[in-house]
Nanobody
């Protein structure tokens, strides 16, 4: 089992950058593929990014591709989401998620563990 804690959210202006972190407990972090999801007010949670357990492959939803980058440091049990050129429509609670596996995963139902979320607000 793994526990996930996100951090790094905040209030920024359009065009700014933020880096979210998600720190995992346990000694088997390198076994987990990780994902990032977000939920905006009044909307369903949606996929943002995924990264394989080695960090060798990443995958992004179209709306954030070329602006967001996910990476991980397995020695620190941490996955990151670097968000550049932020837009007001990126405003949401951002969640990280984990699942044991060798691929990357884009569906909520594929993930077994979730963090509590961190708020990102982008003003125009």
């Amino acid at each position: 089992q793994v526990q996930l804690v996100e951090s790094g959210g905040g209030l920024v202006q359009a065009g700014d950058s933020l880096r979210l972190s998600c720190k995992a407990s346990g000694r088997t972090f390198r076994s987990y593929a990780m994902g990032w999801f977000r939920q905006a007010p009044g909307k369903e949670r949606e996929f943002v990014a995924a990264i394989t357990r080695t960090g060798g492959t990443t995958y992004y939803t179209h709306s954030v591709k070329d602006r967001f980058t996910s990476s991980r440091d397995n020695a620190k049990n941490t996955v990151y989401l670097q968000m550049n050129s932020l837009k007001p429509e990126d405003t949401a609670v951002y969640y990280c998620a984990a699942v044991v596996g060798s691929s990357y995963y884009v569906a909520e139902s594929q993930y077994d563990y979730w963090g509590q979320g961190t708020q990102v607000t982008v003003s125009s």
